[in-house]
């Protein structure tokens, strides 16, 4: 059993502590915000020092630790994770809401992560390459860049700080996790299999605490060399910014407006199946979840009946009860964007076939449900059909030519995922190369990332760098090039040779 997490602590330089102010915040089970899950420090700027203080000092000597000898402890994090993946999948399901089968994935990604760059400590290629000079040798090698500081969110409280911090320390970076002030708890528990599986001292920090204050003073901090973070593309310009004034690394995983497309000739079942875990899953509080269905006219009104029979049978509900199908919203903000969205839909001429309201019914009014949602007569102009709404709800929108199909799914200010149900194979071919996303599947919903293919986007998803993968490798590492000349004389490059 783990226990920290109740009187969940700052971890610095391998020790349990409170804020130096003393000062604490509650988490509360967003679906019944009577139950206290645990109490976390309020941290301040003075703790931030005190955690890059460690993590420089750290860094040391950790990025001397041959790499395998790093990836061994990787390894055991990916054991302990499994060894307590029903403990904190239960965790995880009472502090965010997310229904115990996703709580169990997210767990699982977890340890996916870890195996997968465990394995990199064995590998971390470089490049060996010719030289234009006689007798000497080329090579390029991959070096770590310092001290990380990972923010996260809480829509996937241990499979994102796994794709963060587990490349950056197999790399030989130190990190400072700082964790959404909504899932504390679930970020204790994984540092505490990180204090376990023996990481020495300083090589893993944690520091909980509000985005603006404890964020911002990470994002900030000179002593900080690279910052990555996954939020809101809002927040995400906002740390670039500073990021860029700071001359620090920065890598931004930010929101998404993901479409699944249906064609004519497409399997409607499959893409049902589809559209219901893209639109609700998480309660479509993903950066990947399907947040507008592009139908083409011919199967509209059929597909649009089926997904009308299947949304009213989806049970709301808290996550550890193992009937529901979808959990609240993760707080009272949340439920306020996303009832504030059904506002905009209707005073833009949308229509609603379901939900569209906040549930109260029964045990349900403790908590921040929200019904599942379906918009009609979407424009493509419209807001609820361009701006991240993070609920479950979805934007119906028809086509005619799978040309505009592309071009509707195209145009939003973002480029995370995309999916495309058609049995065509001319039409997918088109799809992989002219959708303007990070991630696309044909035959399959918006979400389903695995963790060894890059995950990120293009446009105002991101800037540029994906995690996961071996492309995370790029982001928490430096190129050096490195030449050796066993000539024994100068050799000028570009003028001896010619
Ligand atoms: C996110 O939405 O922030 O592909 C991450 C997926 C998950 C990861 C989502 N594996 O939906």
């Known amino acids: 059993m783990m226990t920290n997490w109740i009187n969940s602590l700052n971890y610095i330089d391998g020790c349990w502590l409170p804020a130096k102010s003393g000062d604490e915040l509650e988490s509360r089970n967003p679906a019944d915000t009577r139950k206290l899950v645990a109490t976390f420090p309020r941290s301040a700027p003075a703790d931030v020092d005190a955690a890059v203080e460690a993590a420089r000092r750290a860094y040391r000597t950790w990025r001397l630790v041959p790499a395998p000898a790093r990836a061994e402890f990787i390894y055991r994090v990916g054991e302990l994770l499994l060894q307590y993946k029903e403990e904190l999948a239960q965790l995880m399901s009472q502090e965010m809401g997310k229904p ?73 970076n130190t990190i400072i996790l700082k964790p959404a002030e909504d899932t504390p708890a679930c970020a204790t528990f994984l540092i505490e299999i990180f204090d376990k599986a023996g990481l020495p001292p300083g090589v893993v920090n944690l520091i909980h605490g509000v985005g603006a204050e404890v964020g911002k003073a990470l994002v900030e901090h000179r002593g900080i060399d690279l910052v990555s973070f996954t939020g809101s593309s809002q927040v995400g310009a906002e740390v670039g910014a500073i990021c860029g004034q700071t001359h620090k690394r920065v890598c931004l995983e930010l929101g998404g407006k993901n479409a699944q497309i249906v064609m004519e000739d497409a399997d409607l079942e499959l893409a049902l199946e589809g559209a219901i875990w893209g639109a609700f899953g998480t309660t479509g509080q993903r950066c990947t979840a399907t947040s507008r269905l592009i139908l083409h006219r011919d199967i509209k009104d059929k597909f649009t009946a089926m997904l009308l029979e299947r949304t009213s049978k989806l049970r709301l509900g808290a996550g550890i009860e193992l009937d529901t199908d979808i959990g609240p919203l993760v707080n009272s903000n949340q439920l306020k964007r996303v009832s504030n969205y059904l506002e905009i839909a209707r005073s833009e001429g949308a229509e609603v076939l379901i939900g569209g309201e906040v549930a109260k019914d029964g045990e349900l009014q403790h908590g921040y449900f929200f019904k599942p949602t379906i918009l009609n007569n979407v424009s493509p102009q419209m807001r ?47 799809a992989m190369r002219d959708i303007e996303a990070g991630i696309t599947y044909i035959n399959g919903p918006t979400i389903g990332a695995e963790v060894h293919l890059p995950f990120g986007g293009v446009k105002q998803t991101g800037n540029g760098h994906r995690e996961a993968g071996s492309a995370a490798l790029d982001v928490f590492t430096e190129w050096k090039s490195v030449y050796v000349d066993f000539s024994g004389r100068l050799q000028r490059a570009q003028i001896d040779n010619h």
């Not at 119906?396 to 999916?419: Q, R, W």
């Open 100 to 172: 115990i089968a996703e709580a169990r994935g997210d767990v699982q990604e977890g340890v996916d992560c870890a195996f997968y760059y465990a394995g990199e400590g064995r590998r971390l290629f470089g490049q060996t390459t010719t030289s234009e000079m006689p007798n000497k040798f080329a090579m390029s090698v991959r070096m770590p860049i310092g001290v990380c500081a990972l923010i996260t969110p809480w829509n996937f409280p241990v499979a994102i700080p796994c794709w963060k911090a587990l490349p950056a320390l197999v790399c030989g």
């Open 384 to 430: 609820v059909a361009r701006e991240e709404i993070f609920g479950p709800v979805v934007a119906l929108i028809e086509v005619g030519e799978f040309e505009e199909a592309i071009a509707i799914l195209n145009d939003t200010p973002y480029g995370l995922s995309s999916s495309v149900y058609t049995r065509d194979i001319n039409r997918a071919f088109i």
